[in-house]
């Protein structure tokens, strides 16, 4: 089982993978959805659903000639099972399990967030477990102990909204367009330090869980008791993306107290950002631990990680050829079991 066919298709981007177990990623390949969804200012599943079948096959067709092989080369097909969209789950998971039942080769569903918190190991060979996962994006926050590959402990978890959310409405509120929190970032950049205070939730409240949905409400305020010039809503970003950091930052310096880990890894895609990356390998100089990231091209959701997950889970479990399917929208990756 050397050739692996990733396919990811959970929420707003299609991305398709071919990784050799030898010889690493040949070839990857996404189509985002962004343009389509800005339209309507967020995610429309039923759209996301169609537009993943118009173009999961051009995109295997397209990693297929870029690795400069064929589909008989292949020894696995690997989907993202969950969680997700459900529609947009099952055109992956069909697509997938149609073409390894086609060429009569397992396939193989995955978690998504499992795919997220391995995707370092591709950037960083050298990382080994233990260690500690802040897995942070639109839908997600949360810290994990990784002990192995399907060996994961729950630490800590939001409570709420997300990071990923309290970014994109944040944005929506200072008038920015979808998706917002990138857009936020980069208005940020230009934002006065200091010029207003935003609360940080449950930064200091003992335990390793997340809130940010009072910080939402703290920004709706601040945009509705000033006149929004531009420098203004510089400032207001610049002071949003001070209180997300700040306490990602926080909670992840705990979560490796708390177990005696030295060694973080943060993935999902506010990994992207900038300021949270700096503040990190600040802390990481000054309290002497270890920090990883995946490729910043491999942050959003993509084919190139689920391929690279099937491929760790092959080390441990051997690939069926059952190709009845079904997809889990909701998936506690705590409670993980490929054997279902």
């Not at 490729?295 to 959701?301: I, K, R």
Request: hydrophobic share 40%; net charge negative; proline share 4%.
């Amino acid at each position: 089982m050397k050739l692996i066919l990733g396919i990811e298709s959970s929420c707003d981007e299609t991305g398709v993978a071919i990784y050799h177990v030898e010889r690493g990623l040949l070839a990857h390949a996404l189509h985002t959805q962004v343009a389509m969804h800005n339209e309507y200012g967020g995610v429309v599943p039923e759209l996301a659903s169609r537009d993943h079948i118009r173009r999961v096959l051009p995109l295997v067709c397209e990693v297929i000639t870029k690795a400069d092989c064929n589909l008989r080369d292949l020894d696995v097909i690997a989907y993202t099972q969950g969680p997700g969209l459900s529609g947009a789950l099952l055109v992956g998971a069909g697509t997938a399990c149609s073409l390894a039942y086609a060429l009569n080769i397992p396939a193989m569903g995955i978690h998504h967030l499992e795919g997220h918190l391995l995707s370092p190991l591709l950037a960083d060979p050298a990382l080994r477990f233990p260690f500690v996962a802040l897995l942070v994006s639109g839908g997600h926050t949360q810290l994990m102990r990784v002990d192995d590959v399907g060996q994961y402990v729950l630490l800590g978890e939001t409570l709420d909204d997300a990071a990923g959310e309290a970014f994109d409405k944040s944005a929506k509120l200072l008038g920015l367009p979808y998706p917002g929190g990138q857009e936020l970032s980069r208005l940020a950049n230009s934002g006065r330090s200091g010029h207003f205070n935003l609360p940080r939730p449950m930064q200091h409240s003992g335990d390793l869980n997340f809130s940010f949905s009072g910080l939402k409400t703290a920004v709706l305020t601040l945009t509705r008791q000033h006149m929004l010039d531009e420098q203004t809503r510089a400032d207001i970003a610049h002071a949003t993306q001070e209180a997300i950091v700040g306490v990602l930052v926080t909670k992840s310096l705990a979560a490796l107290k708390k177990t005696g880990l030295n060694q973080i890894v943060v993935a999902g895609g506010v990994g992207a950002n900038q300021r949270l990356r700096a503040q990190l390998n600040e802390a990481a100089k000054a309290y002497n631990f270890r920090v990883s990231y995946p490729e910043l091209e491999f942050c959003t959701d993509n084919g190139a990680m689920i391929a690279f997950a099937a491929a760790l889970r092959l080390q441990k479990q051997e690939a069926k050829g059952d190709y009845n399917f079904s997809v889990r929208p909701r998936w506690d990756l705590e409670k993980i079991n490929y054997s279902d």
